[in-house]
């Protein structure tokens, strides 16, 4: 093993058409003694595809997330990030892994204190020299933040401190910033949890867009199903870790999801 072999990307193998994102039969525990949080899941995610991953609170969807990752364990089956075998990480492909997967939450994790433009500049640290001797950001970035600023359509807001923002505004910045990585997935958790009906459209369909223009893949958990019927390609429903939906969003009929109807009735709030 040496230090070239372990660099990598996710592109996908093209000429097989597989799935960026891809998982089969993932079983997830925290501690041997413990019961699956996550049971027997399938999800494939391919370029310009948003998919919904729907579940009540504690149904697995976070740790799902983690996964991908690296942050939470692969007890077993396959998880594959593009190249990457996450189930089997060798050395150096977890930095790699974390700098080209664009992460959104729902907190939005910016940092209050800077600039808005600061904050989406911050996407780019993970590169070397993206920052000079002189402790500025390089000045071919703050273009492209700059320019990402107004692909999500807060470009006036460049120079205003982050937590002078409303929150779908901040979640804009905080896409911005996932975008600015160039991400080769993004992957957003309960993203519009904390914000009202129409920002959560808003900024849902944003995420959309950014899958079906710029070919990025999304996966984005979401706990109410109206949500992830109006802004998803396909759907993948949890219930105490199984997979219960999988399917495409516009041939899931009643029956297909019924599941949901029970999941929401056992979900607390959080
Ligand atoms: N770090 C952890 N250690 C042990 N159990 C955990 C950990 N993280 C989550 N869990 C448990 O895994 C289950 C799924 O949690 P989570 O993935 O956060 O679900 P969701 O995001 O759908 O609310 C819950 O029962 C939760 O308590
Ligand atoms: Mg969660």
């Known amino acids: 093993m040496n230090a070239v072999s372990d660099t ?69 089956g396959t998880v594959r990030m593009g190249e990457i075998d996450v189930a089997n990480l ?26 808005v433009l600061t904050n989406v500049l911050t996407g780019s640290l993970h590169r070397a020299g993206a920052v000079n001797v002189l402790g500025t950001f390089r000045s071919a970035d703050r273009k492209k933040a700059l320019d990402l600023l107004d692909r999500v359509g807060i470009a006036h807001k460049a120079n205003a401190e982050a937590r002078t ?21 993004i992957l957003a958790d309960e993203p ?36 992830a019927l109006a802004h998803s390609d396909r759907i993948v429903g949890l219930r105490h870790g199984e997979m219960v939906i999988s399917g495409r969003t516009a041939d899931l009929d009643a029956e297909q999801l019924a599941p949901v109807y029970e999941l929401d009735d056992e979900g607390e709030d959080d």
């Open 192 to 227: 519009v949890a904390s914000l009202d009906p129409k920002m959560s459209r808003t900024v849902l369909e944003l995420l959309q867009s950014i899958a079906r223009d710029e070919g990025i893949p999304v996966l984005v958990s979401l706990h109410v199903l109206p949500l």
């Open 90 to 115: 060798r050395r150096g492909q977890l930095r790699d892994l974390r700098s080209q997967t664009g992460q959104v939450f729902q907190q939005f994790n910016l940092i209050g204190r800077l600039s």
């Open 8 to 76: 990598v990307t996710m592109r996908p193998a093209a000429a097989t058409g597989t799935a960026l994102v891809h998982l089969r039969d993932l079983r997830v525990r925290y501690a041997p003694d413990e019961p699956f949080v996550l049971d027997g899941v399938d999800l494939d995610l391919h370029d310009g595809e948003m998919v919904a991953l729907l579940g009540a609170s504690g149904s697995g969807k976070s740790t799902l997330m983690k996964s991908l990752t690296g942050f939470a364990p692969v007890t077993s």
């Open 165 to 185: 923002l409303s929150g779908g505004q901040q979640q804009r910045v905080a896409i911005a910033r996932a975008l600015m990585q160039n991400p080769r997935v």
